[in-house]
């Protein structure tokens, strides 16, 4: 992996005003698996003993923090780890790892010993992609891939992340989230070796430029492309065109990614093979369910159906979650009774109209980090969350052992991508093969102690199906 000859840090800035947030319409299977535990080699080393600015006005005040009101909540950071009160910007500093590394650009990399700790904790919390680190690490399925990765950082991306580097792969990473990104992890990657440009509170123009770090490296060119919302296939579509028609594959893990996915392929714009994570089985039973909760809709769950319009005014708390724009208007929020919370599930920030909010007449009072009031004239307020962005990893945190599954998933569809011969995958979007779904599943069940009975031959041959798998058909709802 190689390094800038210059300041990577430094805050000049790449044109990136034509680039928006909003969802993007219009942008411009054999593999061994071998045995073995593996070292991090090359571009990583591990050690082993180890908000977004809100627009200030004079309608906005600030409350003073108390000790527990600092940003020590969110994906498990430690207290003030994410501090967005530091007063030298990340673009402007420079910074070093242990090894005289300098291709990052984090918050502090002297925070990195504690989101080591927190890595090797979630390590122990995710079976299924360390058992497939152990398993492929010394085949090296990834050598040659060169991955730019746009997900949220946290712990848990981490151990992927790591994970793709054992298996041969050089990458390059930055955040889809401008508010997710836990500090301290995203330093113990720099120190050990990673090139990754994310800080939680980034600005939209940081934002943008974070993820043009990772595809403008001198003297590196991406093949591969692991997507979390589609905001990295979007910037190099739309910046580098001729870089996106060289890559070998995108492999994307949201619903919003993957819809922008089939819009590009539906325009005839998708010149590449991508394969969408989002759908994949044994992905859907655990990281939709019970990390997005999409199965709210289910009124077998204990849930009515109703429109917002006819019940906003008794809520106590409003969750979107649809991936589209201005589903929750000021009209509604207006009509919100006193202490309404109002927050944002999807993965852009669009289904609240934030913008909204920011006249005159309202007051926004910071109660903490992600934490708004919002206040009417009359004295009504309302409770904004992470304003109005991707609410779980802004001011939560994700159960580790789901996440395993989906990086799990990720892995193997980047494996899948980057080794299928030539012809396999056309410029379209595929669902993961059911085999590698199936595949995922078994790599968790040790687990939970379990014990599946394998078929008979003659059971197998009266179901029509090979013993091994797999043993649902592409068109099977679970």
Request: charged residues 25%; neutral net charge.
């Amino acid at each position: 992996m190689s390094t800038h000859d210059s300041n990577p840090n430094a805050s000049s800035k790449s044109d990136l005003s034509h680039v928006s947030d909003g969802p993007v319409t219009d942008p411009g299977s054999s593999n061994k698996i071998g045995d073995g535990d593996a070292a991090f080699k090359g571009q990583i080393k591990v050690n082993n003993k180890s908000a977004g600015v809100l627009k200030k006005t004079n309608r906005y005040r600030s409350r003073s923090l108390s000790a527990s009101s600092t940003d020590s909540y969110s994906s498990a950071s430690y207290t003030e780890s994410s501090s967005e009160e530091e007063d030298i910007p990340p673009r402007e500093k420079e910074q070093k790892n242990s090894d005289g590394f300098s291709d990052f650009c984090v918050r502090n990399i002297n925070q990195h010993k504690f989101g080591r700790r927190e890595i090797e904790i979630a390590e122990q919390e995710m079976p299924g992609i360390m058992a497939l680190r152990k398993r492929a690490g010394d085949d090296k399925p990834l050598k040659g891939a060169k991955i730019i990765g746009c997900t949220h950082i946290n712990a848990q991306t981490s151990v992927l992340i790591e994970t793709l580097i054992v298996l041969g792969a050089q990458v390059r990473w930055s955040a889809c989230n401008i508010y997710s990104t836990q500090n301290e992890v995203a330093a113990a990657l720099a120190e050990a070796g990673v090139p990754i440009f994310a800080w939680r509170g980034e600005t939209e123009e940081d934002f943008w430029w974070c993820i043009d770090r990772c595809l403008s490296a001198h003297n590196w060119q991406p093949n591969m492309v692991l997507d979390d919302g589609g905001d990295g296939t979007h910037l190099m579509l739309k910046k580098y065109p001729a870089l996106f028609k060289s890559i070998k594959g995108i492999v994307e893990e949201s619903a919003t990614g993957v819809h922008r996915l089939y819009q590009l392929s539906k325009a005839g714009k998708l010149t590449v093979p991508a394969m969408n994570v989002n759908d994949s089985v044994t992905k859907t039973k655990f990281d939709n369910l019970y990390c997005c909760r999409e199965s709210i809709i289910d009124s077998m769950d204990g849930f009515r159906v109703v429109k917002l319009n006819e019940v906003i005014r008794n809520v106590d708390i409003v969750v979107t979650a649809t991936g589209n724009k201005n589903v929750v208007t000021r009209e509604h929020m207006d009509k919100m009774k006193n202490g309404c919370v109002v927050c944002n599930m999807g993965h852009s920030n669009t289904e609240i109209d934030v913008n909204s909010l920011r006249t005159p007449d309202l007051t926004w009072e910071k109660v903490r980090s992600q934490v708004d009031h919002v206040i009417w004239p009359d004295g009504k307020r309302i409770i904004l969350l992470a304003e109005g962005r991707l609410v779980n990893l802004s001011c939560s945190s994700l159960p580790s052992f789901v996440v395993s599954i989906t990086a799990a998933t990720q892995a193997l569809a980047l494996i899948e991508l980057f080794n299928a011969p030539q012809g396999r995958y056309k410029s379209d979007v595929y669902l993961l093969p059911k085999k590698m779904d199936e595949y995922v599943a078994s790599l968790h069940l040790p687990t939970f102690d379990a014990h599946l009975t394998e078929l008979s031959d003659d059971q197998a041959k009266y179901m029509g199906l090979n013993k091994a798998g797999p043993f649902k058909p592409n068109y099977y709802r679970y």
